[in-house]
């Protein structure tokens, strides 16, 4: 095919210009898709090398004394770059650094052809969870066992190449004819490689794809209904003597079967709720198997009785979990087939005619969405979802998928030429068609708002995940504004590089007067603009008068006042934006309507309806911005509670306008609960003292016949868990917060140096983490990597899987990492709470369900400040013990919990777990000696 150099240098740093230099260079030649030369060698930087360098790459100053200077290789590797392409895993990097290292030298730099792995390996895999090369390496079973040196770098990534092109030249015609129009637009120089594969393909047939409108889909597949109309459905208790219960027989399906008596007792519990037509409630300790114990009962009350059972979680994590492995463990110690359907809200889910819009015509049109199109045109060949859970898109493209995303006006009718391949449509007439509907708190909530239009009809429900419900339910019953959101729609409405803000060819369909009155558009736009600007500088100064404190995200927040005098010039204006808005409103409907008449009446291209469609997509999201700021800003609700958030880093107008309900739970009471026949709530986590009140008034369930039940956890946690106070730790309330702060980070730091890291250590407030991280960074060497939220990244997922990389790692979490973390086995062996994880009380929707307990005589501490306090420590504590072979400690620094009678309340909802209380020097023998299998015995007794 063609000649590839694959290169990789280890350098001192990342600046040339600044003095670093390259340590090490090598590369393999790749030609016919074999490596056919190899080349590697040190080279002496004549400066030293930064301890972390060494650290990094194993290559320390000996290594490069004697090795030759980078102009004494430079002829070797010149010569064979001559008329090769090069290629390199980030290959920006690494060529800039070899043309400036070469211009140094005296030569010429390279200019020939370029190919980056990165950029193709997005491509080419694009539902690959990480691109970098460890991890490409470790998916394709590579050989590369030392990362960070050149030469394994050089080598996986020429094999990683070739697994590139492997792909790509097994994607059909249309794939690679798309790939090869889009290719000018990337940074790698693969257009004409393209076209090698493009010219064998023209004469082979291809039946394995869904060729339509000049785009390859996979062909969809369908329910298999064989065996169904035969099967004997069992009762539970027959199923459960067939199964669960026969362990040698499970033995054969699982050969790591364990019979759990929780999770058999949660079966019959939940049959008996269902017979029963009743609520039902279950905590289920980790390790019970809930999700097996619920799916069970459910599947076979949906078969017996031809009808949907639906089972709602939180996060997506658990969805996938129940997809991908639980439903599959179902299916193999079932004796008949069942048909499930994972359902998710619209925007999930690709809009194939939108897709095919922006292919043809893109205003906005940049490196990164061509990059994602690239991404979707080759995940299209695989996917059967169109769900974007499956794809890695682009960092921040966040944007471009809200614009070929499924929504209310894209492919809702049998019109639209995509509908019988349209993957929402698809997902629904799976759902119809399904015994077990998969789906989320959230579109559970949106449905409810919607008036049930979104799942299709059901009358029993899981909740799993069921502590998540209320705050979920508020959400979707609430709504959010910012400044950006508008702005930008507005920005793609009237903004042009060249000439009007109407597509030429929709704007020739025009007469004069409609013309004319596009003209009016583009003015009424500048001046929404300007009137928008200034409400938000309004809004920022009635923050920053009358601000409120910090959120635990590190957000200034303030609840609105309608009454006060500051918030009154913010009406004004905003008054002033409901004009100008209304009469753009006016203007665009009268342009669509003209449109939409000229159009349907002469024949159009497709470009016509695809402007057509974009101009519709765009008043669309005007028409909901409008809905959430007359609802945010110009009339309030009088249950409901409006605030306003600030971002600390950024313009002034950087905020965001927010309300929800204070309470939810009549509507759940009357919307929800009592139009379903059978439900059963379930979660590690429902109760507080040992009893579900908090979450049956939390969630309107007192008036209804509920039954509970607890199912406690198969864990041996006083022999897996070390449960530990210091007692040295000062109180916040009598030394104060930077005195405390100190204290904190000694402890973290002393216990780390016993754990060696495999440390999470939770915080309430991001402020406190913040001040911790920056002492903790100065008290840690090189051998421990500190990881922060909010200071690397605001991911979970990313911050976690660089905590598992390190063997000395500390992470640093807020809210977000009380719960949802899953880090099982030796990657983590400690938990630090830095304080017990009470709300913040300038929290605005606790602030105000806080505000409506005392104004109906109750105790906002007893009935909500401490509840929800517990059942987030409980989940916190829950992070440590995964699995029956984990082992660890978990470290409360917040004393209250020993010495106030509120105290107890977390220590008796967990396990029974013995509580030390002893001095910092004492409990560092004692995690010594826990972590030492000879020493463990009795360690929770001494």
Not at 318 to 337: A, R, T
Not at 406 to 417: L, N, Q, R, W
Not at 558 to 569: A, E, G, R, T, Y
Not at 856 to 867: Q, R, T, W
Request: some cysteine; aromatic content about 10%; hydrophobic content about 40%.
């Amino acid at each position: 095919m063609n000649r590839f150099v694959v290169l990789d240098v280890e350098t001192t740093g990342v600046a040339y210009s600044r003095g670093d230099r390259i340590i090490q260079l090598a590369y393999s030649v790749v030609e016919q898709e074999e490596i056919v030369h190899r080349y590697s060698t040190y080279i002496n930087p004549e400066r030293s090398i930064p301890s972390f360098i060494q650290s990094l790459t194993n290559i320390s100053e000996s290594f490069v004394e004697d090795a030759p200077s980078f102009a004494e290789v430079a002829p070797k590797l010149l010569q064979d770059l001559d008329g090769a392409y090069f290629v390199a895993h980030n290959a920006e990097f690494d060529m800039g650094f070899i043309n400036e290292a070469l211009e140094d030298a005296g030569y010429p730099p390279f200019k020939g052809p370029m190919i980056d792995t990165v950029e193709l390996s997005r491509i080419a895999f694009p539902t690959q969870d990480s691109f970098r090369l460890s991890q490409l390496a470790e998916s394709f079973q590579m050989n590369h066992l030392e990362p960070h040196r050149a030469d394994s770098d050089a080598e996986a990534t020429a094999l990683l190449l070739m697994e590139i092109f492997q792909t790509f030249s097994k994607l059909p015609l249309l794939t690679l004819q798309q790939l090869e129009r889009i290719s000018k637009d990337l940074k790698s120089d693969i257009g004409s490689i393209l076209m090698i594969w493009i010219n064998k393909k023209m004469t082979v047939k291809e039946d394995d794809f869904d060729a339509f409108h000049g785009i390859a889909l996979k062909h969809e597949t369908s329910f298999d209904e064989q065996e169904r109309a035969e099967a004997d459905i069992p009762s539970v208790e027959k199923f459960l003597k067939q199964t669960l219960n026969n362990e040698d027989h499970m033995k054969t399906l699982i050969p790591e079967y364990e019979r759990r008596s929780g999770q058999v007792e949660m079966v019959e519990f939940i049959d008996r709720i269902f017979q029963e037509n009743s609520i039902g409630l279950v905590e289920a300790g980790t390790g019970t198997g809930k999700t097996l114990a619920y799916l069970i009962p459910s599947a076979l009350y949906a078969l017996k009785h031809g009808e949907s059972v639906v089972i709602s979680t939180e996060t997506i994590q658990l969805q996938e979990q129940i997809v991908k492995k639980e439903l599959p463990v179902l299916q193999d110690i079932l004796s008949f087939p069942i048909r499930s359907a994972l359902l998710k809200g619209r925007s999930h889910y690709l809009c194939l005619q939108k897709f095919e819009n922006l292919l043809h015509n893109d205003l906005a049109d940049s490196y990164d969405r061509s990059l994602s199109k690239a991404q979707i045109l080759v995940w299209l060949t695989s996917t059967t979802t169109g769900d974007v859970e499956e794809l890695s898109l682009a960092a921040g493209n966040t944007r471009f998928w809200s614009e070929v995303a499924s929504d209310g006006s894209s492919c809702s009718s049998p019109s639209c030429p995509w509908f019988s391949r349209c993957f929402y449509q698809r997902a629904r007439k799976k759902s119809r068609q399904a015994d077990i509907i998969v789906t989320n708190h959230s579109l559970l909530c949106s449905d409810l708002v919607a008036d049930h239009q979104l799942i299709p009809g059901y009358s029993t429900l899981i909740i799993d995940e069921a502590h998540h419900l209320e705050d979920t339910a508020t959400r979707q019953f609430g709504d959010k504004l910012d400044y950006l959101t508008l702005t930008q729609l507005l920005n793609d409405l009237t903004s042009r590089e060249k000439g009007p803000w109407l597509p030429e060819n929709l704007r020739n369909r025009l007469d004069e007067k409609q013309i004319n009155e596009s003209k009016q558009i583009e003015e009424h736009a500048k001046i929404l603009r300007q009137e928008w600007n200034d409400l938000f500088l309004l809004i920022n100064q009635y923050i920053t008068k009358s601000m409120s404190g910090k959120n635990e995200t590190g957000r200034l927040s303030k609840v609105i006042h309608p009454n006060d005098d500051l918030w009154s010039k913010v009406l004004e204006a905003a008054k002033r934006c409901d004009v100008v808005v209304k009469q753009l409103f006016v203007k665009l409907n009268h342009i669509l309507q003209s449109l939409e008449d000229v159009i349907q009446d002469n024949l159009s291209s497709s470009e016509d309806q695809g402007d057509l469609d974009w101009l519709y997509t765009i008043y669309s999201q005007l028409e909901q911005q409008y809905v959430n700021f007359h609802k945010l800003v110009l009339y309030h609700e009088e249950d409901s509670v409006y605030w306003l958030e600030l971002e600390t880093r950024g313009p002034k107008q950087s905020i965001s306008i927010q309300g929800c309900p204070i309470d939810i739970s009549e509507k759940l009471a009357d919307k929800f609960f009592a139009k379903k026949d059978r439900v059963i709530l379930t979660s590690a986590t429902l109760t507080v003292n040992g009893k579900f009140n908090y979450m049956m008034r939390r969630l309107g369930l007192e008036d209804f016949p509920v039954e509970t039940k607890q199912v406690d956890s198969p864990f041996a946690w006083d022999t897996q868990v070390s449960f530990m106070v210091p007692e040295d730790m000062p109180l916040i309330q009598e030394a104060g917060e930077e005195a405390y702060i100190e204290a904190a980070a000694m402890q973290i730091f002393r216990i780390a140096h016993v754990t060696k890291g495999k440390m999470l250590v939770l915080f309430t407030s991001y402020d406190m983490l913040k001040r911790t991280y920056r002492l903790l960074k100065t008290m840690f060497d090189d051998s421990f990597m500190l990881i922060a939220q909010g200071v690397q990244t605001k991911s979970r997922s990313k911050l976690t899987k660089n905590f598992q990389q390190f063997d000395q790692a500390i992470l640093l979490g807020t809210s977000s990492f009380w719960e949802g973390v899953d880090i099982p086995g030796s990657d983590l062996s400690a938990i630090v709470m830095a304080r017990l994880p009470f709300s913040p009380p300038n929290d605005p929707v606790f602030k105000a369900r806080s505000d409506r307990l005392k104004q109906e005589g109750e105790s906002p501490f007893m009935k909500l400040a401490l509840p929800q306090a517990v059942l987030r420590f409980k989940q916190g504590f829950g992070r440590l013990i995964r699995r029956s072979s984990d082992r660890g400690i978990v470290v409360v620094l917040d004393r209250r919990i020993v010495n106030t009678r509120y105290g107890k309340s977390f220590t008796k909802s967990l396990p029974d777990i013995p509580l030390i209380e002893e001095s910092m020097s004492e409990m560092e023998d004692r995690i010594e000696k826990w972590f030492q299998p000879n020493l463990i015995e009795n360690v929770n007794k001494e």
